[in-house]
Nanobody
Framework: QVQLVESGGGSVQAGGSLRLSCAAS????????MAWFRQAPGKEREFVAG???????YYADSVKGRFAISRDNVKNTVYLQMNSLKPGDTADYYC????????????????WGQGTQVTVSS
């Protein structure tokens, strides 16, 4: 079992930055691929970024060059640095974990956090 707890959400103006954190507990954190998803009101949950134990990363086209995912296997924490935020980035952001490779398919992720809200105003 893996427990995930997100933090770092909040309200920011367009062009600003936020850093989300996801603290993991339970099984060996480094064995899991970690990802961030987001869900805007009335929309489906979508993949944002993922990172493997090897530090290989993958990003949705909509956030490439603006967001950066990283992990600290000692602290059992994954981060999402969000820069140049846009109103379209407004959503609830969720941390997720799965074994093996990164996937953009949310149904492949077994473990989920409770989410943290990000609001970007124009």
């Amino acid at each position: 079992q893996v427990q995930l707890v997100e933090s770092g959400g909040g309200s920011v103006q367009a062009g600003g930055s936020l850093r989300l954190s996801c603290a993991a507990s339970g099984r060996t954190f480094s064995n899991y691929a970690m990802a961030w998803f987001r869900q805007a009101p009335g929309k489906e949950r979508e993949f944002v970024a993922g990172i493997r134990w090897s530090d290989s990363t993958y990003y949705a086209d909509s956030v490439k060059g603006r967001f950066a995912i990283s992990r600290d296997n000692v602290k059992n924490t994954v981060y999402l640095q969000m820069n140049s935020l846009k109103p379209g980035d407004t959503a609830d952001y969720y941390c997720a974990a799965k074994s093996a490779a990164i996937s953009t398919d949310l149904y492949e992720y077994r473990y989920w956090g409770q989410g943290t809200q990000v609001t970007v105003s124009s």
